[in-house]
């Protein structure tokens, strides 16, 4: 038997899209409408922005680790988060957590080393840009990245906070976020990671002008394989 996947969601369209990939990739390896178990526990968004905006993340990690006793209590044989911005408090969950944790830069990072990637641009929320999980994530794999300026730091958060995690796919925000990825492809760029699990809903491969690394499905598909494989 497949082992029991745990979700802790935090926006609702990300997880949304995890789990949904779970489903897919479980059919793939597993047959016709097979998946591995999945549960999912969700507190509210604005519960982590109230802390991530104290940046508290010591309140963060207490509210990952909330949803990880639950989905302890349900079963779950590991854990995974879609959600890249929390991941700055992983460092004080995984080692109080009864389960172990699958973490999400560090499976983009696998990946754009087998694929041979050697400098990233890196899009997400402001947090997640300007915080350490992936700069520690690729440096620790040997790859180099770069996040943008302030300004369009800015308004890539924006559109995130007040279009993506309301399931709102705006044309213009994605020529917006076309432009941003452009520009690292001049600057030498060969990929980007959309670290932020909504991002992909609104960028896909067709549309970057960069190879995409998609952390929510990275992450899924990993968590898939772990279940299937052990």
Aim: with cysteine.
């Amino acid at each position: 038997m497949p082992q029991h996947i745990g979700i802790v969601a935090c926006s609702t369209e990300g997880a949304a899209l995890c789990y949904r990939t779970i489903a897919i990739e479980g059919a793939q390896l597993l047959g016709t409408h097979d998946h591995p178990e999945v549960s999912l526990h969700s507190h509210p968004l604005a519960m982590y922005m109230q802390f991530i905006r104290a940046n508290d993340w010591a309140g963060v990690a207490e509210l990952m680790l909330s949803s990880a006793d639950k989905l302890a209590h349900a079963g779950a044989d590991f854990l995974i988060c879609p959600d890249n911005t929390i991941h700055q408090a992983f460092g004080l969950v995984e080692y109080r957590s009864s389960r172990p944790w699958l973490h999400i830069a560090r499976e983009v990072a696998k990946e754009a080393h087998r694929r041979q990637f050697k400098r990233l641009a890196v899009l997400g929320t402001r947090y997640l840009m300007e915080g350490p999980v992936y700069r520690e994530a690729l440096e620790e794999a040997g790859i180099e990245h770069r996040v943008p300026a302030a300004e369009q730091r800015e308004h890539l958060d924006q559109i995130i906070m007040h279009e993506l995690v309301n399931a709102q796919i705006i044309p213009r925000s994605l020529a917006y976020y076309v432009e941003v990825i452009r520009s690292f492809q001049d600057e030498g760029c060969d990929a980007v990671v959309l670290g932020c699990t909504e991002i992909p809903l609104l960028v896909t491969p067709v549309s970057s002008p960069l190879p995409t690394l998609d952390s929510t499905r990275l992450l899924a598909r990993a968590a898939v394989h772990k279940a299937v494989e052990g």
